[in-house]
């Protein structure tokens, strides 16, 4: 048998509510049916690659302090595989059923291109396997363009012009590996594209690049055929000072301006979205009156600090209020929940990283348990449907169907002399009875 990594650590088994096992699962089931959907399905979790298998635990104040037997500090490619090894096994014993990767997290950058890829195609290669032996099903790949120095002034935003086909030619490379393991979909997070000071950026140039950038990937998809969404996640700044996929909106405005928002959806980040100054649902709805709700990294910052802490998500409110949106626009398709998050340094243990996934499943299961509740209770969607009678019928409807004008505004606003209809926007009702499901 195939050497273990978490030899201690068996199946995590679902106990239900009244367990005090830390190794078992408490809310999530995966056959449990929502909305007559298995949870699974609703969830479609993911772990990923780069915190779980090569975060250190450093910070800008202190080096890695975390035991991961599988960091052996070589970047050979015989080491890329043990590594891999363990990821499977520790995603396979949690029932996670997708993960994510960046091509340079699988593998090392190499003495130079060429050397980087032959790794990452030997990794792939062994991937493909073990996704075959163990059925976890990749929900998306990345290219990991902002690590290396040579993306220090960006990628396709860069001001040089060969850093752009270095990116270029590392995102042909994740996408080829992506359609063959069989993604779901493909993202896209602007590591540096943005800047740090205008003083030295033509910002229209460098959007221009984007834009471009994103066309050449577009083109290279239909080449090979693959058919799954691109998705750009959004975040406003860190590293940069301003990130030009700033927030939903912002990426909205950004792909309609360049001719691209049918080629591509949103990857929501609660963090990011925090940083944006944004809730989380306030993302998820952008995102969702666009068709574009694509799928999440699910995470949470702390509420004080001003980075991207990545911690694992434990807020009932935050993940209620996501599976509420995610449910109202339809669901996951090609996307899911993946655990972009990280373990605080001070958990240094390999029994942490089980908690930690076991803690945000939970904690999106009961989300998603407490949004079916308030959906199959009704009276919030009755409250809010209700708030907006007047445009179901008179001069509301007529103006909805753009049948009215200024004038037939001003007509009938007239007639009534003075607003006498409005009625309470009950906030604080509404949260009371949203705390009754939590
Ligand atoms: C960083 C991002 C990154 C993307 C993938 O803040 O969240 O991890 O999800 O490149
Ligand atoms: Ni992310
Ligand atoms: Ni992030």
């Known amino acids: 048998m195939a050497k273990q990594f978490f030899p201690k650590i068996g199946n995590i088994p679902f106990e239900g509510p009244g367990s005090t096992n830390p190794l078992a699962f408490k809310h999530y089931q995966a056959d449990e049916l929502i909305e007559g959907r298995p949870m699974k399905d609703h969830l479609r979790f993911a772990a990923v690659y780069w915190h779980t298998m090569r975060g250190a635990g450093g910070d800008m104040f202190g080096s890695g302090t975390v035991n991961r037997p599988w960091n052996t500090g070589e970047c050979s490619t015989k080491d890329a595989i043990t590594r891999a090894r363990a990821f499977f096994e520790f995603v396979t014993k949690l029932g996670i059923p997708f993960y994510c990767w960046h091509d340079r997290d699988l593998a090392s ?6 050397d980087a ?16 032996d163990t059925g976890v099903q990749l ?3 990345t290219a990991q363009n902002f690590v290396h120095p040579r993306y220090m002034h960006g990628a396709a ?8 086909c270095f990116a270029a030619a590392q995102v042909k490379r994740a996408m080829d590996w992506t359609h063959e393991l069989g993604g779901q979909g493909y993202v896209f997070w602007g590591g540096r594209e943005g800047y740090t000071t205008l003083l030295n950026t033509d910002l229209k140039r460098e959007m221009d690049h984007l834009g471009r950038f994103l066309h050449m990937a577009v083109d290279y998809k239909k080449k090979i055929g693959f058919k799954g969404p691109f998705f750009i996640e959004p975040k406003p700044k860190e590293p940069t000072k301003h990130q030009y996929d700033s927030d939903a909106a912002a990426c909205l405005n950004f792909l309609r301006e360049y001719g691209l928002l049918e080629h591509f959806q949103l990857n929501i980040e609660v963090n990011h979205a925090w940083l944006a100054g944004k809730t989380m649902e306030h993302e998820l709805e952008v995102a969702g009156c666009a068709g574009a709700l694509g799928s999440i990294d699910a995470n949470m910052g702390d509420y004080f600090l001003g980075w991207d802490t990545d911690q694992f998500p434990t807020d009932l409110y935050l993940t209620a209020k996501t599976m509420l949106t995610v449910l109202k626009y339809g669901g996951f398709k090609y996307g899911g929940v993946n655990f972009d998050a990280k373990v605080r340094r001070e958990s240094f243990t390999e029994e942490d990283l089980f ?4 803690a945000g499943m939970d904690t999106f299961a009961r989300g998603l348990k ?9 009276r919030l969607a009755d409250f809010v449907k209700n708030r907006y009678r007047t445009w179901d019928s008179g001069i509301g409807q007529k103006i909805e169907s753009g049948k009215a004008t200024f004038a037939d505004c001003e007509r009938h606003a007239l007639k009534l002399g003075n607003v006498t209809g409005l009625e309470s926007g009950r906030q604080e009702l509404l949260e009371a009875m949203f705390n009754e499901f939590i």
């Open 109 to 114: 950058h190499g003495k130079d291109l060429k």
């Open 157 to 164: 935003t860069s001001c040089n012009a060969d850093v752009f």
């Open 370 to 378: 407490i949004a079916a509740k308030i959906r199959a209770d009704g």
């Open 355 to 358: 908690y930690a996934h076991i």
């Open 117 to 132: 890829n032959a790794q990452f195609d030997a990794v792939g290669k062994e991937l493909k396997k073990i996704q075959a």
């Open 139 to 141: 929900l998306w790949g």
